[in-house]
């Protein structure tokens, strides 16, 4: 991680577009992705680890998460730097949980679908 201050909005920088269709709100985003603590740089999660893509409608993510989704071509690889309050809220920052943390992602698009209903 940088040696300076998070940002205090969400950042997003397209590592990689992609070609494929728009993701839409409330769409199902199939992606791979690893996210890291701004912190301290240690990994949080990972669905490469886990050894599967994982899905998120985008309108029942965190708002950081939903503004890097949304608006995004299949194919895409994308850089996010989510800040506490487009995260999971503000506060200390602790082991247990990721309150008062920077989240960095690296996500990758895989495919996206409206969102079932019903």
């Keep these: 991680m940088p040696g300076e201050a998070p940002p205090t ?11 494929g269709a728009e993701v839409r709100p409330g769409d199902a985003v199939m992606l791979q992705y690893v996210g890291v603590r701004w912190s301290n ?11 599967a893509p994982s899905s998120v409608v985008t309108t ?15 194919g895409s690889q994308v850089l996010a730097v989510i800040p506490p309050q ?5 506060g200390e920052i602790n082991k247990e949980d990721l309150t008062g943390e920077t989240l960095v992602f690296v996500l990758d698009v895989l495919a996206a679908a409206p969102a079932a209903t019903g």
């Design 60 to 74: 029942e993510a965190v708002e950081g998460y939903r503004k890097a989704l949304e608006g995004q071509t299949i």
């Design 9 to 19: 909005a969400t950042e997003i920088a397209v590592l990689k577009k992609g070609d």
């Design 86 to 90: 487009e995260a999971y809220g503000e």
């Design 41 to 51: 740089g240690s990994m949080f999660a990972s669905s490469w680890s886990q050894g």
